[in-house]
Nanobody
Framework: VQLQASGGGLVQAGGSLRLSCAAS????????MSWFRQAPGKEREFVAG????????YYTGSVKGRFTISRENAENTVYLQMNSLKPEDTAIYYC???????????????????WGQGTQVTVSS
């Protein structure tokens, strides 16, 4: 599976952005897709994720109520709607997918087999 992320940019605090991640290739094998982010000088962290055949969504605590992950199965695309952005949301955002028959923990980076190239999100104060 190949992933292409887009939608990052520069926004003022309180603003919104929507990230997109389009999957291509062996998409029938996708089990889950998630968004991670890495801020300067910090480790990459889980942001949001969902399983491909379920409507349940999962978020890290700092983005709950502000970010929404969704998918469009027909287009093999996952989105991350980010509202009420804060300067601490500044990071490179990565989408990732995992195959079937891999551990279900969405926050476990090592279980993802495909990663997008990353898209920069910068929130100014």
């Amino acid at each position: 599976v190949q992933l292409q992320a887009s939608g990052g940019g520069l926004v003022q605090a309180g603003g919104s952005l929507r990230l997109s991640c389009a999957a291509s290739g062996r998409t029938f094998n996708i089990y889950a897709m998630s968004w991670f982010r890495q801020a300067p000088g910090k480790e990459r962290e889980f942001v949001a994720g969902m399983y491909w055949t379920s409507d349940s969504t999962y978020y890290t605590g700092s983005v709950k109520g502000r970010f929404t992950i969704s998918r469009e199965n027909a287009e093999n695309t996952v989105y991350l709607q980010m509202n009420s952005l804060k300067p601490e949301d500044t990071a490179i955002y990565y989408c990732a997918s995992k195959r079937r028959f891999t551990p279900s923990d969405l926050a476990q980076e090592s279980t993802y087999s495909s990663w997008g190239q990353g898209t920069q999100v910068t929130v100014s104060s």
